[in-house]
Every structure is written in structure tokens, then in C-alpha cells.
């Protein structure tokens, strides 16, 4: 089951415009998620939301502020009426795992290997997620938000509830223009 959900994420982020640098969310509507590290569930989620989080080189504060506003107010669930697309998490009361994954922004090499080389470097983006992660305890429920370990191997498990999978990144930032 894992495999198959880590290359439908890997899939979904080639399709992504890269016209500029931004944070990237690969955001999965759950029955059920969990992430086991070394043969130990480190943490786990009933209903609610399951997204894989990518830090570009080049991400800021207002790229966590754009990307935490969006993950709480997207809309995957119907209201009471049935209405589709009406509820978010919030309004379910419901949890939100967040697991980093450097590896949204892979490319692949003229000889097929990966390169990440797009992605914060680890100490930095160590310390961003963790901003990240007090921006949505701070916005929501600080015992509804849930993570992964940051830089271990994870093995992560998930119950797609739909599916219904979405790919959303920050406002991008025009590339800079060189100066002479």
C-alpha cells in the first residue's frame, strides 16, 4: 500500500507548474494515517488530513503563512446538508498529520537518478517545518496537529478516504532578475 501511495504523490508533483519556487503540499483526505518509524508508530491520525510537505531552497515565512491558512480552509468534506466541498478540518474537528518530504522537489537527471537539489537543505528546513508546525497549532488545535519524525526514514500508512488527493503550493515568486 505504501508504494503505491508515495509514487501517486511523486506523479502528481511532476504534473505541478514549476513557473516559480514555492512550498509544496501533496494533501490527502483520510480515513486513517500513521507514521511508524524504526517498527515504532511515532504518530497517527483518525479522520482528517494527511500532507506531505516540501520545502523549496528558496521558501520564507509568508510561504508557511500562505501554505498553513490554505491546508486549514481547504474544503474537502460535504456540510450536514450534503452540500459537497463545503466543510474543512476545522469544522470537522478533525486531525492533521504533517510529514516533511524533501523529495517533492525531486527532478530526475538526464541519466534517471534522482536530484534534489531545489530542496531547503536540511538544518534550515528542520527549523521551517517546525515554524510550520506551530503556525497550524497556533491557527487550529495544538493536539489536533500531529507530524512524522523530521529526517528519519518513515514509513507512513494511510486509509484514502474518496480519494481525494490535492497538490497546492505558495503564491511563486518570479525568478529575480540579475543585475549587472
Known sequence: MVPRVFLLCLLLCFFVSEQGFAMRLVVQRVKAA??????EVISSI???????????EDDAKEDLEFCCKKLLACKLWANDNGALWRHGVKQRDMEVL????????GTLSKKNQP???????????????????EMLKAAYQEDKIKDGEFGAMMDVSLVNDG?????????????????S
Not at 34 to 39: K, L, P, Q
Not at 48 to 56: D, E, F, K, P, Q
Not at 117 to 133: G, I, Q
Not at 165 to 178: H, R, Y
Open 34 to 39: 500513521s507514521v511508524t518509524v524504526e517498527g
Open 46 to 56: 483518525g479522520p482528517g488530513i494527511m500532507a506531505l510537505v516540501g520545502l523549496h
Open 98 to 105: 504533517c510529514v516533511s518530504q524533501f523529495t517533492l522537489y
Open 115 to 133: 536530484d534534489y537539489k531545489k530542496a531547503m537543505k536540511a538544518e534550515p528546513a528542520r527549523a521551517m517545518y517546525s515554524e510550520f508546525l
Open 163 to 179: 480519494p481525494v488527493t490535492l497538490v497546492f503550493e505558495s503564491e511563486p515568486k518570479a525568478p529575480e532578475e540579475e543585475t
